[in-house]
């Protein structure tokens, strides 16, 4: 993509509406705007950077037998009456149609998921069965906030399973957590897996969250792996650890950037969802849900990879794989190699912002800052004078030089997958 | 994908409520299922060839310089007042948040892009520029009907380009309409350009209609090229053609796959988005927006390719690209074989559909008839006697058998991209 003629508007100044550091990283490198409270619209960098989250996502889905279905959005009241849910989710958006019926947007989707298995389902050879969709979901927030952290409109990866005894669940809940955990060190968070409410149903559910200074979410841990969110923890900061009995709880901030729940039988009772059993016994279907948001991730990797010039992306999600910037002055030979140096790139499948503006190199520069594509290459006249490319390699552990001969080496080892 | 793990309800029997051959295909070979009148959930198999129509769609905008962007569903009022559409588009889904505002869910999205180009675009240097989404429309149609041709939530890819003058719109016109023919010719639909109406500001637009006998528009076409909606036509079946004076109009059923439609400045002047020109004076912004939906194409492909047995995709949007049927007769030998031979398909980047299910014979040839993977591939008895696998090739232009030492060539020419 060349720069000349991409949708990227960057800024220097800071959006006065956003207050957490990756809000106006997000709007300020032109990632995405707000178009009014907790809803977005995605410009190209961003919904690049989120597609390659979703895909991540996909893969790690498909690698534990989920298979990708897709839900709509509107969705008739009935299912949200059977299972007493219409009047109890304060966030649900409710509309009525032409036809005079009511529907809601769909906040989550175990009203639809749930009857959806069960007209398939009539057996326990069916079962397990885990499906999941990236769709996006519509809650009406009090008060939408920071990014995109807490949306009224927002894409969600949720996957949803089926079984016929504790042992299957149990063993799928554990897959499903490390899957979640894969997925979070791929897109450069380091998450920590806390305990949380379980609801009604359950003891606990899991929450993935990423330590941060500017997260809404508060959690107290240990050093021996205790971690729980604020709503169930019974002891406080400078506490001993109940779990190893030695280390000191600390209490951090943090965001949650995904959550898996044990629903037991919770919406299977609801829509008398059960199946004949070998035994010729009918028997009870045990669930569990699993969510991760793709635009909350992207807030959360923007939030923790930055420096003061701007984003720096993990390699995963970043948006392009390089940023070549040309820095001719107007001589025709600069431009030439950097335009035929683009063209390899392109031609190898490797995914190149190329900035041809004609603007000055301190601007070029202040924007490849602040986009944080990892690697960057710049072509200029010194580096043409000693015969060769200057390739500036920057990410978070390397900031060095590289010449022309050492490029598809470097570009094998940086780049490829 | 094991077919004894796979979330593909299949079914015999005819549904009730689909009365054209597509819908009833559709649900038939387990692709999706309706939600309420007009709202469906895709599949895993439908969800599948989806995404691969979505990718065609995709790399074809990318190739006409659109970039991909992403915006919203929960609309604002205030951009529907701008242009006098809020009362006027008698299919909007209207709604009331907690903030007592209201919202209308995005049936088209002029009135969200516009005003986002606007603000970031200053100069005529900015220009052109051309951007799309895919993503899903909202339409409170009274009659939703025809399985997903006409659907209250659906997938569409709309792309809107802005332009400085006449000769720079028409001339990218003429590339995106050359850009639709080429994705549908991928999707295996013979699609012609039709004039339809172009509002009050255009002489047409232009319609891309499949020609089938369920379909819901009527089209007058003669052998010159000549081809008119009935909205507009001034002609009737039989008579002479007003274009070439020789041929005669043919009156015809078809589906409309997709439409390009010049809007001029009928919203840049809503807007009042207007940039300065080199001359130093402000000039107006001619506008074009271009709709294809992926469910529909989805739908129609169906519509069109089929025989009494089921569907027959077209290679390109396959929700597979090999249905392997292993015929076992819980024999050891061959089930390994189909196993090992699975494997190493998988393991070559193909897409396969294993029939691995404990099921008669029968039953898996008329479930690979009704699916219509185009490669078909079958393990058994028979073949493993001979020393060879047979690979059973069926497609709209081929149906015959291939020994397992062909395999890889075969393959070759088949299935890679």
Redesign the interface.
Known sequence: ?RFS???I?TQKEIPADATIPSHQLMLRAGLM?Q???G??????LG??A??KAMEVVREEMNAI?G??????????KSVWETTGRWDKIDVL???I???KKD?A?GSTHEE?VTP??K??VNSYKDLP?A?YQIQ?K?R?E?RAKSGLLRG??FSMKDLYSFHLDEADFESYYAKAREAYLKIFSRCGLDAIVVEASGGDFSRFSHEFQVVTPFGEDTIFTCECGFAQNKEIVEVGEGDKCPACEKGKIKKERSIEVGNIFPLKTRFTDAFDFKVMGADGKMKDILMGCYGIGPSRVMGSIVEIHNDKDGIIWPKEVAPFDIHLVEISGKNEGIRDAALSLYDELVHNGIEVLYDDRDVRPGEKFADADLIGIPLRLVVSERSMGEGGVEWKLRNEKDNRIVKMDEIHDVMEEYVKK
């Open positions: 993509m003629k991409a949708f508007p705007r178009l009014t409270a809803v977005y619209v995605y410009l190209p919904y690049k989120m597609l037998g298979q990708e279905i897709y839900m709509p959005a509107l969705t008739p958006f409710k509309l149609g032409r036809d529907y947007l639809i959806l298995v007209q398939y069965l499906v996006d519509f009406d009090p009224r409109e």
